[in-house]
């Protein structure tokens, strides 16, 4: 087993996004020699310099035009996937890289496995919830939360699967697409926290998620 993870790039696309700082922190300490892409719209609030850190502004808008923006910068075997929140455990990326070190092609996090109380709106878990399980169904896929911002994959197959989705969708499409081209997705559990409690949720809103229902639906007619 690698004791490090020179072969790993981690992304982090944020907007106006307090915690970057102590998330790059994290992933320093706990994956020692991972490159590190903060792609920001909005306000930096990185302050302090990091070895293995490249900062990128983001030209237009969306978490999905940020991810494709940055993955233009991954030169390493293995990609994450991260937000920028604290929301997330970074020792779960371990896991995943594990995961895709071991033979799987990507890699996605299970929220609801291990959720902290509150963590997540009820309203969203159900949309969530009807996502997956649209996915499932339509695509065959076999998962639990369809979503998750914190995903490792083989750099090599995102181009393969030609992402083209700007906004929040980014995470359906490299499901589906994934799916279609028989890649192997392999989920686990994770640990999922609340934002602080003075902080502005993030969530989707309502009309966010017909959004991404419409985006569910259209790739059944896409190859």
Not at 95 to 123: C, Q, T, V
């Amino acid at each position: 087993m690698m004791l490090d993870y020179k072969d790993t790039t981690i992304i982090i696309p944020v907007k106006d996004e307090p915690y970057a700082e102590e998330v790059i922190d994290s992933i320093e300490r706990s994956l020692k020699g991972s490159r590190i892409i903060l792609i920001y719209a909005g306000k930096l609030y990185v302050k302090k310099k990091h070895s293995n850190l490249e900062i990128i502004k983001q030209i237009g808008f969306g978490k999905g035009s940020a991810c494709i923006q940055a993955m233009k910068k991954v030169k390493t075997k293995i990609t994450c996937f991260i937000d920028g929140d604290k929301t997330y455990n970074v020792n779960d990326l371990k896991k995943l890289i594990n995961e895709i070190r071991n033979g799987a092609d990507m890699a996605i996090g299970n929220r609801f496995a291990k959720m902290e109380k509150d963590a997540m709106p009820k309203y969203v878990i159900f949309g969530n919830n009807i996502l997956t399980a649209l996915e499932n169904i339509l695509y065959g896929l076999n998962i639990k939360d369809s979503q998750t911002g914190l995903r490792a994959f083989k750099t090599e197959i995102f181009e393969k699967l030609n992402i083209q989705e700007q906004e929040f969708g980014i995470e359906s499409e490299m499901n589906i697409k994934a799916k279609k081209m028989n890649y192997k997705i392999v989920e686990i559990p994770i640990f999922y926290y609340p934002r602080k409690s003075n902080d502005k949720p993030k969530h989707f809103k309502p009309l966010g998620g017909f959004k991404l229902l419409f985006i569910t639906f259209k790739y059944l007619f896409k190859k």
